[in-house]
Structure formats: structure tokens, C-alpha cells
């Protein structure tokens, strides 16, 4: 692979059920991201990650939580699924050297009924 | 606050030049990124400016006013392919790579 990966591409889901979006990464880059983007809103940060083994809060992380176990792939779970979070979620990476550009995914197309 | 304005659609005939604005009102200011999206696929970089003035990539050129809270993309010789959206980001502090997005800039070239 290269670049960023993303699974599932879409998906439809029942409100209350869990899932989790996987991404995973190949060019050894240590901050990585989660988004939404909705329509009218553009993309908003849920969850970051500067470097393995850390993580922190973006602007909409309610209902969601992420890891990073390691360098390459960053997780984000939706524990009790709500029709609001309805969404394109994309994850993104950079190098992390503090003046680098973030890379995404292909994207992750989410349907909560 | 953090806020990012960007027109919501514009539109332009094929051959033509475009330019798309972004003001920012930001805590910090890093680096000014833009992107482009097509339909159903992800965002793609397209150019960063960090120093006042323009930088020149082939058909496209962006330019930055760090006084004005300002930035433009200018798209040359428009192409049908061009039709996206085009995102303004800006990155508001110094030790992470973070970024604000605005809400993008519908672009539709017409023949």
C-alpha cells in the first residue's frame, strides 16, 4: 500500500450499535487526524494524534474516541451510533516536524438510521 | 475565535481565469494551506503559503496578505477537470500541525 487507507468506504449502520473506522498509514508519519465533513460545515477536526501513544481532542470529539497503539494506525470508534453522526469521515497524516502538510484517506461515507 | 470565509460557489467558463478568496480571523497564524476536492473523493494539497506574496505551481498561483488576514488561489486556463471545491486551511499555531478549514469554495467550469 501507499499513502493512507481507509475501511470501510461506506457504511450503513443502526443508532446504538459500535463501529470503528480504521485507517492506516505506510509513510512512517507520526501526527494523524480524524474529520467530518458535512455538508455546509466543511471539514471539522474530531480526534488528533501528534505522535504514537498520544492523543487529543479536536473541536467535535463528543461521541467518538480514538488510539494510536502504534505509528501507522489510528482508529476511531463510535461507541453508541446516533443518526447525527451521519457523515464522510477522512483521516489525514503529516509528519509531524510542525510545518508539514496533511495528507488524507479516501474516506469513510457513514449512514446512521 | 477561529473563523475561515470562503464564497460558497462560483462559477467560470472553460480557458478563463478564477480567483478564489479566503479571509481568516485566527488565534495564531502558520502557514495557509488550500486544497482541492473533487465530487466524492478526497482532499488533495494543492499549495502553502507561509510568507506574504504569490507562489506561482504551473495553472495555479496562490497569494497571501498576512496583514489583511487574506488569501486568494488564482486557477489559469480553466479546464473542465478543474470543477471542484477548493478548501482554505490555515494552520494556527507554531508546534502542531493542525489545521482550521473553511467550508470550500464550489467551483463548476463550464464549456
Known amino acids: 500500500i501507499a499513502g493512507i487507507t481507509q475501511a470501510p468506504t461506506s457504511q450503513i449502520l443502526a443508532a446504538g450499535r459500535r463501529m470503528t473506522l480504521r485507517c492506516t498509514q505506510d509513510?512512517?508519519?507520526?501526527?494523524m487526524y480524524w474529520y467530518r465533513q458535512d455538508l455546509g460545515l466543511g471539514l471539522r477536526l474530531i480526534h488528533y494524534?501528534?505522535?504514537?501513544?498520544?492523543?487529543g481532542k479536536g473541536e467535535v470529539p463528543d461521541g467518538y474516541s480514538v488510539s494510536r497503539a502504534n505509528t501507522d494506525d489510528f482508529p476511531l470508534t463510535l461507541a453508541s451510533a446516533v443518526p447525527s453522526q451521519t457523515s464522510v469521515y477522512f483521516c489525514?497524516?503529516?509528519?509531524?516536524?510542525?510545518?508539514?502538510?496533511?495528507?488524507f484517506g479516501p474516506g469513510t461515507r457513514l449512514t446512521v438510521l | 475565535g477561529q473563523n475561515i470565509d470562503q464564497p460558497t460557489e462560483m462559477t467560470a467558463t472553460e480557458g478563463a481565469i478564477v480567483q478564489i478568496n479566503c479571509t481568516y480571523q485566527?488565534?495564531?497564524?502558520?502557514?495557509l494551506f488550500w486544497y482541492q476536492q473533487h465530487a466524492g473523493e478526497a482532499p488533495t494539497f494543492l499549495s502553502y503559503?507561509?510568507?506574504?506574496g504569490l507562489e506561482e505551481k504551473g495553472r495555479f498561483s496562490s497569494f497571501l496578505s498576512r496583514s489583511k488576514g487574506y488569501s486568494y488561489l488564482l486557477l489559469k486556463e480553466l479546464q473542465m477537470k478543474d470543477s471542484a471545491s477548493y478548501l482554505c486551511?490555515?494552520?494556527?499555531?507554531?508546534?502542531?500541525?493542525?489545521?482550521?478549514f473553511g467550508t470550500g469554495t464550489r467551483l463548476q467550469v463550464f464549456p
Open positions: 489525514a497524516s503529516s509528519a509531524g516536524t510542525k510545518a508539514d502538510t496533511q495528507y
Open positions: 509513510m512512517r508519519h507520526n501526527a
Open positions: 494524534s501528534n505522535t504514537a501513544g498520544t492523543t
Open positions: 485566527t488565534s495564531g497564524f502558520n502557514g
Open positions: 503559503n507561509v510568507l506574504d
Open positions: 486551511a490555515v494552520r494556527p499555531s507554531w508546534n502542531t500541525d493542525k489545521l482550521i
